[in-house]
């Protein structure tokens, strides 16, 4: 299973460092940037081309980040059929539900909230976190 990763400058670092774990976790990376850190770069060249490659690609997973995750979100979230699920610490549970409930193809991690422990630790639940399938969520997501 593929999974496409990006982020802005505020989450550059993190998402360096994210790229390795989820390969151990036997994922196929696709790495959309930025090749390089840049200050001043906007996160929707990099995350709205992320979204995009999910939504094409069913079977995928996206990872974007930048400082809080809220905007990377928001951007991908404009791409009809990304389903973006937001993630700055607390409980994990929050993103297996996101899973679990939402069946959320991508994760937004606030790289300035969590720890790379905790960053890595929502990445394994959200790649690992199965769609549950009942009807009262596939009803509520055609809704969307």
């Known amino acids: 299973m593929k999974v496409y990763v990006a982020a802005d400058h505020a989450g550059f670092a993190l998402k360096q460092k994210l790229v390795a774990s989820v390969r151990e ?37 996206g990872i974007v980040l930048g400082k809080s995750g809220q905007g990377e979100a928001m951007a991908a979230n404009r791409v009809v059929g990304a389903r973006a699920a937001v993630y700055y610490g607390g409980p994990l549970e929050f993103v297996a539900l996101s899973r679990k409930h939402n069946n959320a193809n991508m994760l937004s991690l606030g790289a300035d909230f969590v720890t790379e422990d905790e960053a890595k630790a929502a990445t394994r639940v959200f790649l690992t976190t199965a769609f549950s399938g009942d009807e009262r969520h596939r009803r509520r997501l055609a809704k969307f």
């Open 25 to 61: 976790l036997g994922f196929e990376v696709q790495d959309m940037g930025p090749a390089t850190l840049n200050p001043d770069d906007d996160y929707p060249d990099f995350i709205i081309p992320v979204a995009q490659a999910v939504v094409a690609d069913t079977t995928a997973f």
